[in-house]
């Protein structure tokens, strides 16, 4: 089998020498890929200077080369800059499957796994309530960085047992210098960023001669002590009265356990914080956009909530009793999934993907497959419904439970269980507590948003930003809500 010839699938045809490059915009690439897959077919290639790269764009080539194939498509591409460079080849996201590969995964299993992450219920209740506090206190505020200060503030709390980002100021201080460096990343993880990724022979110049590396260099050597600091003052926590075990520290009893370093333990915990933040901040703003060009589907799931939880703040336990809020949850990251895809280097040839191709699961497209949801356009959490209403169920054989947005085959997101738990309490939290609805101009009249708008930062995506009322459904909703601090 590994010794057929390739036969890739036919893509755009582009350039000759530079392929397919100056084809792909350097924003929304998902959406020129789900054009591409139009004309190509599901499952196509592009090329660039020294590579080709498969896309799968339906649920079934996806599934069958990621999932069914999932040891030898669980491969990253040299990612030179962002990886090697200025991460020292640290981050779990970035580096092949390899042996540190599989013992940080195990370590983030440990922590993340579907029943350790109920030790975070707790928290993630109170920064949901918080979340629905700050709104209250706050009207015309503006909204996704108020979900991103709930997503970090969890995650930073499960991660370092640190304050809520609503409360601690200081926090807040360590949350920019890491957005900074996250920032960093993500621009030399734009395709073609740096030269040195289609030429990898630059990789070996001399700093005085190579700016780039330089700057890579340095960089990794400050972020590796920011990052290492960090986890020592979260191996502290508990010490210092901190009051749940957070990851941090239960990682590092264990960790010898895995043959994990220190080293690699902070890079896994900043890699789990960077994966956590912006994802389920996105989806949460996607949820309010949805609840605004769609107030039957808001009116549903508050009958919902109001029969399971009347005046009770929602919590975790309520969430078996909510498969509409559950299938919203699902619907959303269905319709906006803030990865749009996952990129994997098969590393084993298969007679139609060589060794060494990238192949990239094209989450959107599969998320958008016409043939398989029929108005993929249309937000309506009936699909993830059986027609009892009451239970879960798949709309299609290929798409596993996990949902799409999680990726695929070994590098599925590890987070996934603690992110659908913050995701529920958001979620419930809001609708139980306002109504959402259109802000006004100045003459009364909704607002109109931009619905096929995005902010594309490389790997994550969201809506671009819109105004957005939150309605308190309680008149003494500020009584019943969790204090801020
Ligand atoms: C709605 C929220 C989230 C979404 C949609 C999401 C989605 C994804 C996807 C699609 C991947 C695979 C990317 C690829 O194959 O290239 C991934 C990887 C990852 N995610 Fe998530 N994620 C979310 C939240 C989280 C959370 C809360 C955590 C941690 C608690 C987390 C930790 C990770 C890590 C560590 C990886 C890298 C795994 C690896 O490369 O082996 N994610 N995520």
Redesign the pocket.
Known sequence: RVLRPSRLPRGPPGLPVLGNVLDIPPKGLFLKLDEWKRTHGDVFTLKAPGQKIVVLASAKSAADVLDKMSAPT?G?PRYIMMNEIMAGNLT????S?NDR?KR??RI?HE??NMRAVDAYAQLQEEESGRLCRYLLQNPGCNLYPVLERT?CGA?LR??YDAPSLFVSPKGEEKVHKLAQQMDAFMKAAMPLAYLVEMFPAMRHLPRWLAPFKAYGEDFFKETNAYLEKWYQEGCKSKEEGGKSKGFVVASEETRAQFGVTAQEAAW?SA???????E??A??VQAFCMAMLLYPEVQKKAKAEIDAVLGSHCPTLSDKASMPYVQAIVKET?RWR???S????DVDYGDYTIPKGTIVI?S?WSINHDALTFGDPSVFRPERFLAPDEKTQSRPLPNYHDD??????????????H???N??FLEIAYLLWAFDIVHAKDGKGRDIDMPNLQFVDRGLTCRPADFPCTFKPRQPNLSEILPPIA
């Open positions: 669980s990253r779990i996201a970035g580096i499957a590969w940080c995964r983030i922590g993340f997503s995650i499960a991660l896994v890699t789990i914080y960077a994966a956590a933040t994802t389920s996105a989806v990251l999934p803030p990865l895809s996952g990129v994997q699961g989450i949902d799409i947005a999680y990726g695929h085959g070994r590098r599925l997101c590890p987070g996934r603690f992110a659908n913050m995701l």
